[in-house]
């Protein structure tokens, strides 16, 4: 909500302060205030000028010499090169000497003749020309005729202001209102408020030609206005300057009218060409299914049900709260209007604009509810406006149907209670005089309860605690002291999931990984392009931010490839990331129950992998690295795991590896498959997924320490040719299984397959550790051992490689 300083004046005194420290109370009492700016851009010396003569300039075909009348004795001579300047036109005139926001104007000789000034365009004295008409971007800026010769352009366009821009939090719709906003800083300031009387000249008498039928409950109050012999016309240049500062674009005095009151009073209002509305009949109703209308952007709709119409006896003329008809727009040719002001369904008007991805101010204010006193003030401030500039004459009196009598909100309060719970003493008598500020009714029923009435402008205030947290912003959160908390505090520490979690975030990060975060809703599009178009199940979001965030994530690769591919793009092409983070799966659609929802860990490994340095750049990423990394964490974390080949969707089928514990699958590791890479437009990689609730499960028991071996052990190198479809952790089982008392640790260090090494066959290098506690161990003893391991390994078709 942008909020004009000169415009709050006219309701409150703010002689005292400049709009700076409006700002700084605004924010200090919980309504926050982003910027200031102010609306003259440094403009000086440019003042109204009327165009007297203008005739070709002698030396240049596009430019002209015009004498102008500037209030200061005789007229200037100004050479200009716009084409829509004109004899009688009114324009902003900068005198020799005047500042310009990107120049200053001194005398100047163009082609020979001399020039005393500048005739000013609508950007070259700073306007916002995006949301200026086509015809005031193109040449001069044109004033309106009656604007008096000579009197500063500052003075003249209201530019003597200054603009503060709220960021309202949702709760505070009443402040989308210039009332509002005042009504905010007359409690804040304890000033009186001095508003003109609304429906002065807006109202009439006697009967309507409009007749109204309310057919659906999403419409609770319609009222209705008909305005005879209105015609197109500028609405005057002050309004067209308020709503500029507010960032809406002028159009016509009807048009401008009805977006004035809506930022004064903060109604929305529309206008309906009356002789488009079939038997002058107006129908609220609700959308029937594939009805169609094209609305005033030029876009034709598909209505339904779910959206709450504006219709005469034939058609729908326009989207309640959100957009009219084309079919009933006013025109050139209208004289005769329907002037609207409504109660809308805010759930309502809120899903059709979301729906239709139509946003706007109007809607804005109808989705968080209007205040419902405000209605007839808004219709007649608005007629009044309409007669006055577009001409015309109010013909009956308002139609109104409908019954939104509202209660105003009774809210029993226990002053103690609201001091306990700010930790400060608020006398009685101030905490009633703050709510006497605020326009609330205080009903006194006790010294200890009273009943506290809320106006119906304030729709966020419906508990005890907000009427407290009102005490609380007007007493001023500054007075309220700063205290310890008080309590039992009890000794903290992290559960054992935090632990784990925290062990591999950081060992992760020192093996060279990037912590990413990514999205935890995402396109379900991404499901299909990991798994070839096959549908899998996923929670669709009722509301989504965007139809890129529409579905919780079943697996946080895409995110993983996501972020990859934007680093490629960029070329960098040795990418180590990953991610902590949930996933959810449904336990069935339609969903009935929560979903399982399981925290995991995936990585994702790009280009080379390792460490760099002088002579070295890390070796190229393959399955091995990947599989090193997840055996790595969870060795690290006293994890035993296996690696069992499987396949998943998104990896390639034939490198691609199932882990592990205790016969339960815990996460995936593998490459990723090639037409992923090539969805994703990245190199060759590799993933890995571990399962948290699965890492916890597999944690050992209780840690045993052994004290340092005080015996030297004795290291061989065992070279194995073995089946090329047995897998290396079976020769591994087998070997710790008959290698004696004395192995203390086994390591797989090579696995070879060409030259040398027999069709069908592999060669597996591994490297065994003897040891004994109590002694020395001889070479004799290590061979014998291994002998007798190695007759083992033969009688399981294991065979030495040097055989």
């Known amino acids: ?65 015009c004498r102008v009348d500037v209030g200061r004795g005789d007229p200037l001579q100004i050479v200009c090169g716009a084409p829509n300047a004109a004899p009688g036109m009114r324009v902003p005139t900068a005198l020799v000497g005047a500042t310009l926001p990107e120049t200053t104007i001194g005398e100047a000789v163009f082609r020979g003749v001399a020039s005393q000034g500048m005739l000013c365009s609508a950007k070259e004295i700073g306007m916002e020309v995006r949301l200026l008409p086509k015809d005031q971007t193109e040449g001069l800026y044109v004033l309106p005729p009656d604007s008096p010769i000579g009197k500063d352009i500052v003075d003249v366009l209201g530019w003597d202001d200054a603009v503060l821009e709220l960021d309202l939090t949702p709760n505070r719709s009443d402040c989308l209102s210039m009332v509002g906003v005042a009504h905010e800083l007359s409690a ?63 159009i016509d005095a009807i048009v401008d009218a009805t977006n004035y009151v809506m930022l004064e009073l903060g109604q929305p209002l529309h206008a309906f060409d009356f002789d488009q509305v079939k038997g002058g009949h107006i129908r609220v109703r609700t959308g029937h299914p594939g009805e169609r209308l094209r609305t005033l952007d030029g876009v034709e709709r598909t209505l339904d049900p779910s959206m709450i119409v504006i219709a005469d006896e034939a058609r729908a003329i326009g989207l309640a709260g959100v957009m009219g008809g084309e079919n009933s727009e006013i025109t050139a040719s209208t004289t005769r209007i329907v002037l609207e002001s409504a109660w809308f369904d ?17 809607g804005l204010r109808f989705e968080k509810g209007v205040n419902p006193e405000m209605l007839p003030l808004a219709l007649a401030r608005a007629s009044r406006f309409i007669t006055a500039h577009a001409g015309g004459r109010l013909v009956g009196a308002p139609v109104d149907k409908g019954d939104l009598h509202e209660e105003r909100k009774k809210i029993v309060l226990r002053p103690d209670k609201v001091n306990e719970w700010l930790g400060v003493k608020v006398e009685p008598g101030e905490m009633e005089r703050i709510f006497e500020r605020l326009g609330f009714a205080v009903d006194r029923w006790d010294m200890r309860t009273w009943q506290v009435e809320v106006p119906s402008r304030r729709r966020d205030i419906s508990r005890e605690i907000d009427l407290a947290e009102e005490v609380a912003r007007l007493h001023g959160y500054d007075n309220i002291p700063a205290t310890m908390p008080e309590g039992r505090v009890t000794a903290a520490g992290r559960t054992l999931p935090q632990r784990v979690r925290g062990a591999i975030r950081r060992f992760l990060t020192d093996l060279g ?16 392009r990991l798994n070839e178009g096959r549908s899998q199940e996923y929670l669709a979001v009722l509301h989504p931010m965007s139809e890129e ?16 591919a934007y680093n490629v793009r960029r070329d960098q092409r040795e990418i180590a990331i990953y991610e902590i983070g949930r996933v959810f799966h449904p336990r069935g659609l339609p969903v009935t129950n929560l979903p399982e929802e399981r925290e995991q860990v995936g990585a994702l490994i790009l280009g080379r992998f390792g460490p760099h340095g002088i002579g070295w750049e890390g070796r190229p990423a393959d399955f091995y690295a990947a599989k090193g990394v997840a055996a790595a964490v969870l060795e690290r974390l006293g994890v035993q795991a296996d690696f069992v080949p499987g396949v998943r969707e998104g990896l390639h089928p034939g490198r691609t590896a199932q882990i592990q514990v205790n016969g339960g699958k815990i996460g995936w590791v593998g490459a990723l498959h090639p037409e992923v890479e090539e969805r994703w437009g990245i190199p060759k990689g590799y993933y890995i997924e571990l399962d948290m609730q699965g890492i916890v499960k597999g944690l050992p028991g209780a840690t045993t320490y052994r004290p340092l071996p005080r015996y030297p052990g004795i290291l061989r190198d065992l070279a194995l040719l073995v089946p090329r479809e047995r897998a290396a952790r079976e020769v591994e ?11 203390e640790n086994l390591e797989l260090f090579d696995v070879y397959e060409g030259a040398q090494v027999p069709p069908g066959y592999k060669s597996l290098a591994f490297r065994l550790s003897y040891r004994a506690e109590e002694r020395t161990l001889t070479d004799e003893e290590v061979n014998d051992a291994l002998r007798r391991l190695i007759d083992t390994l033969r009688e399981r078709g294991v065979q030495l490689r040097s055989e």
């Open 549 to 564: 965030r529409t579905a919780l994530r079943t697996t946080l690769l895409p995110g993983l490839l996501d972020a990859a």
């Open 188 to 250: 804040i300031l304890d000033r009186p408020l001095k508003f003109p009387d609304w429906t002065e000249g807006g109202v009439a008498e006697g009967p309507s030609p409009v007749r109204i039928t309310l057919e659906t409950p999403l419409c609770r109050r319609y009222m209705a206005q008909v305005i005879d012999g209105a015609r197109q016309a500028s609405s005057p240049l002050w309004m067209q300057m308020r709503l500029l500062a507010a960032g809406i674009r002028p």
């Open 513 to 528: 990984f990037f912590e990413v975060w990514t999205y935890t809703l995402q396109n379900p599009s991404v499901i299909g």
């Open 1 to 65: 909500m942008k909020v004009s300083y000169r415009w709050l004046q006219e309701w409150i005194d703010l002689d005292d302060l400049s709009p700076e420290e409006v700002a700084e109370l605004l924010t200090r009492h919980g309504v926050a205030v982003e910027t200031v700016r102010q609306l003259n851009p440094g403009l000086s010396q440019v003042v109204v000028g009327e165009v007297l003569e203008v005739r070709p300039h002698p030396e240049a075909d596009r430019l002209r010499v």
């Open 346 to 362: 805010p759930v309502s008007v809120r899903r059709t604009a979301r729906h239709l991805g139509l946003r706007s101010e109007a």
């Open 733 to 743: 089982a087998g070997i710790r299984e008959s290698g004696g008392p004395w192995l």
